[in-house]
């Protein structure tokens, strides 16, 4: 008994056919599948891509509960200024309040706070100047109380800021040790994205220690 392929084939006057015919044509179709699945696939990593590189959807919830949403994530994640002070002040806290005891801890957290161009520097400084080994010689702690804080100029990439503050030096070696000074920072902060190692966007570049006045002086 014919089949209806043989059939049709005879009636179109071929007198053979293909054997391996229906194998040809599921290779050509799965030639093509994978072809369009190959597509596909590189469509959808493409997509990943852009997507992965577009901003975060921030929204920001005010005091009374209303949402809105942000589009410009850089300029609104910018540093503010409240927050830039508080930087400013623990940094100098870290820096300069001196504890003979936790002197290490706080260098590393001040280190932390640095730029790598001004670690450079500080380490430097701290060297020549031998600060480091008179605090471990006198077992001297330090208080510091701030007394004027001010934004000094802003650009898109540095802030200036400038702190004044009185610092009391005392001894855990000598009751009777007491050094109070008048002194005013100014400090170049660098404007960085935010960052796990950097959460408040940003990094000491730059910092100056004056001395305004001498305020007491009890040395033995």
């Known amino acids: 008994m014919k089949t209806r392929f043989q059939t049709k084939l005879e009636n179109l006057g071929r007198r053979y056919y293909e054997v391996f ?3 040809e044509a599921q290779l050509e179709f799965l030639k093509l599948a994978s072809l369009v699945l190959l597509c596909l ?11 992965a590189k577009r901003p975060p959807v921030v929204i920001r919830v005010d005091e009374v509960g209303k949402a809105e949403a942000i589009s410009d994530l850089a300029a609104h994640n910018a540093p503010s200024k409240p927050e830039i002070l508080y930087f400013a002040r623990t940094f100098v806290k870290r820096y300069a309040e001196y504890n003979a005891y936790t002197v290490s801890r706080d260098m590393a957290e001040a280190w932390n706070l640095m730029s790598a161009r001004f670690q450079t520097a500080a380490k430097r400084n701290l060297i020549e100047s031998g600060i480091l080994a008179r605090i471990e010689e006198a077992k001297l702690c330090a208080a510091l109380e701030f007394k004027e804080e001010k934004i000094e100029r802003e650009t898109p990439e540095h802030v200036l800021v400038s702190l004044v503050w009185v610092r009391t030096l005392k ?3 000598d009751p009777d040790y007491r ?4 002194l005013k920072s100014e400090l170049v902060l660098k404007k960085v994205s935010r960052s ?3 959460p408040s966007g940003l990094l000491v570049e730059d910092y100056k220690e004056i001395l305004l006045n ?4 009890s040395k033995r």
Do not use: H, N, T, W
């Not at 696939?41 to 997507?51: E, M, N, R, T």
């Not at 050094?179 to 008048?182: D, F, Q």
């Not at 001498?214 to 002086?217: A, G, I, S, V, W």
């Open 179 to 182: 050094e109070a000074s008048l």
């Open 41 to 51: 696939l590189f469509f959808a990593i493409f997509g990943a891509f852009v997507l």
């Open 21 to 23: 015919g229906d194998l």
């Open 171 to 173: 001894s855990y070696k």
């Open 196 to 198: 796990l190692p950097a």
């Open 214 to 217: 001498r305020l007491e002086d």
